[in-house]
């Protein structure tokens, strides 16, 4: 689109083919107007031509007939709208060079100058302005005055029926793509409405062939896709059940082992698989979503209780800005994500601070700050991907299991909340959580 892209090209399908449509029978109906204006010029311009012809034609030998004294009173009976005859020698001038002058002229001359000997000339300083001169038998000089019109007045109606006329061409353009984009909408709707709960939209099936052809496939990859992650919950739930038994059986037989140094390495390895079996499996529960419902909370009151929970446990964490305001979220999803990032900011930055702000956009911002190493900018987004760990902080002896961020981006996306990071200008990292206000 680098043609349109000087003017700011709708963005919206509906807008584009509307506009497109809309340019489209605005110029028809111009060039349709124009054409049939055109035609009607150079029709009216060919009768003009030949009813000139034969009414001068006729005039001329009525007026030579007459008595001298008589003339002068049928002469305005004689005149019509586009010209008129003078008794006298008129005006003297240069050839026509107007096309339509000179063309009058011609037929004038065809038509009378076959018994009296006639000259044409322009009016000079005038558009469209002749004087046919001739004599009678008689030797009376007369004038023919033309003023040509090129074309006839247009009704003063016709640009209300012009207007009206396109207005239902516009309005048919809008209600034919309308109906063309409404499909589509719906589909958007009902993919934006499948979330992590897969909780499926059913689109309607009704409508023309395509339309609906379009929704039975849409409704059946909905039902697909439900089936899939739940086959997939499924087989995480059995693996993580089974390995709870030789795990179990592997610590009681470490409990009886001799060997202490040995039994307690073996142990936190059993740890570290316990540990990496649940959050695995917590991580696949969060990509199906969560049975929590949503309920309106006191967002200030939540993060205060999880300060006092950390602050109890000896943790160095602090609540900052405040912001007296109220959401709507999953409260259990939520102290997830933010005991989350807290537990990072504690594990690698030593503190915590949590901040919270209102957005100018309505949405409320939730900070955690800390004042450790931060991470490089290249990373920021690769470490909320399962399993991705920074090889100079995120080992395997932090008890880290890559999961945690990739979990708490998971939940904040079921409550259509957004998860971010970014290094603080004063060093250390700040984890943003963007969710909409209670309406």
């Known amino acids: 689109m680098k043609l349109f892209g000087a003017w700011h090209w709708p963005r919206t399908l509906f807008a584009r083919l509307a506009l497109i449509l809309s340019i489209g029978l605005a110029l028809a109906q111009g060039m349709s107007f124009w054409l049939t204006v055109t035609e009607r010029d150079q029709t009216t311009t060919s009768m003009m031509v030949s009813y000139i012809d034969r009414e001068v034609t006729t005039s001329v030998a009525l007026l030579d007939r007459m008595r001298p004294d008589e003339r002068e009173a049928w002469l305005p009976r004689l005149a019509r709208r586009t010209y008129r005859f003078v008794l006298g020698p008129g005006i003297a001038g240069s050839t026509p060079d107007e096309k339509l002058s000179a063309r009058i002229a011609q037929a004038i001359e065809e038509g009378v100058g076959t018994r009296y000997p006639v000259t044409a000339n322009a009016v000079p300083g005038e558009h469209d302005h002749l004087q046919v001169h001739l004599r009678l038998t008689d030797g009376t000089p007369l004038t023919i005055d033309f003023h040509p019109m090129s074309s006839l007045p247009l009704s003063g109606w016709l640009p209300f029926g012009l207007i009206l006329q396109l207005a239902v061409l516009l309005a048919c353009c809008w209600l034919a793509v309308r ?70 059986r ?42 929590e419902e949503p309920r309106k909370i006191d967002l200030d009151a939540l993060l205060e209780s999880i300060v006092y929970d950390y602050v109890d446990a000896g943790a160095q964490v602090s609540m900052g800005s405040r912001a007296a305001l109220a959401v709507t979220a999953r409260p259990q999803a939520l102290r997830r994500i933010v005991g989350n990032l807290v537990d990072n900011a504690l594990k690698f930055g030593g503190g915590a601070t949590i901040d919270v702000s209102a957005l100018p956009d309505g949405r409320v911002a939730i900070s955690v700050l800390d004042s450790g190493p931060g991470i490089p900018a290249e990373s920021l987004e690769a470490v909320f991907e399962p399993f991705y760990r920074l090889e100079t902080s995120r080992n395997r002896h932090t008890g880290g299991t890559g999961l945690g961020l990739a979990i708490a981006r998971q939940l904040a996306r079921a409550m259509d909340a957004t998860l971010s990071l970014a290094n603080r200008p004063e060093g250390g990292l700040a984890a943003t959580l963007t969710l909409k206000s209670a309406s």
């Open 179 to 248: 109906v063309a984009t409404r499909p589509l909408a719906a589909l958007a709707s009902a993919a934006d409405a499948l979330g992590p709960e897969l909780k499926p939209t059913k689109l309607s099936e009704e409508g023309p062939s395509e339309v609906a052809r379009a929704a039975r496939a849409f409704n059946a990859m909905q039902e697909r896709i439900a089936i899939y992650t739940a086959e997939r919950m499924q087989i995480l739930a059995a693996i993580s059940h089974d390995l709870q038994t030789p795990i179990t």
């Open 250 to 291: 592997m610590r009681l037989r470490l409990d009886v082992d001799d060997d202490g140094e040995r039994a307690g390495k073996l142990q936190q390895d059993l740890r570290e698989m316990e540990n990496l079996v649940k959050e695995g499996v917590t991580y696949a529960r969060t990509l199906h979503g969560t049975g």
